[in-house]
């Protein structure tokens, strides 16, 4: 009797630990592109944490996303300041994580899939200056169940920040067309 109810706790255990409390993405599709090659100068700011008691964790996210995105960015941002018209219109562009659960690999190895999945969401803020008008407001996500991070090793983990750092990568980029 004891081996059964043994095997019951487990079993009852493991069930909640898989369960997960992200919802399917049901955000719709980033709006389209707005222009931005009138402006004469842009500024990319660095990732924000928009959470509660962020930990080592999530500021080695954070890092990986600003890497990500500064590597995606660099030279789009210079070749715009460069080539910009002459005037006085700045744009700011301010990503800020609004959620976020992400594993880290060595956790994700040693605890595997009882520690969830991982998730992101960055709100992207674009704002002309010197009005300070908001041009954009727009939501970027991504999540990955904890089978997948069990499976990859944390590698999933991993993919799913540098999959919104490439969805807002590639907005913006279509923003300025060159």
């Not at 709006?31 to 944490?49: C, G, N, Q, T, W």
Request: glycine fraction near 6%; aromatic fraction near 6%; charge should be negative.
């Amino acid at each position: 009797m004891q081996i059964i109810a043994r095997w019951a706790v487990l079993l009852l255990l493991t069930t909640n630990a898989f369960a997960t409390d992200i919802e399917e993405d049901e955000d719709p599709a980033p709006a389209a592109p707005i222009d931005l090659s009138r402006y004469s100068h842009f500024e990319l700011k660095d990732f924000v944490l928009n959470v509660e008691d962020p930990g080592s964790s999530d500021e080695a996210a954070r890092d990986h996303l600003q890497s990500e995105l500064t590597e995606m960015l660099d030279g789009a941002i210079s070749r715009w300041n460069r080539s910009a018209p002459e005037g006085e219109l700045t744009v700011v562009i301010e990503p800020l994580i609004e959620d976020l659960r992400f594993i880290r690999s060595g956790w994700r190895i040693l605890a595997g899939p009882l520690l969830r999945g991982s998730h992101v969401t960055v709100r992207l803020v674009i704002t002309e200056l010197p009005s300070g008008r908001a041009l954009l407001t727009q939501e970027f996500s991504d999540s990955t169940n904890a089978f997948t991070g069990a499976v990859t090793f944390g590698i999933s983990d991993n993919r799913t920040l540098s999959n919104v750092a490439e969805q807002i990568g590639e907005y913006l980029l279509a923003c300025h067309p060159e």
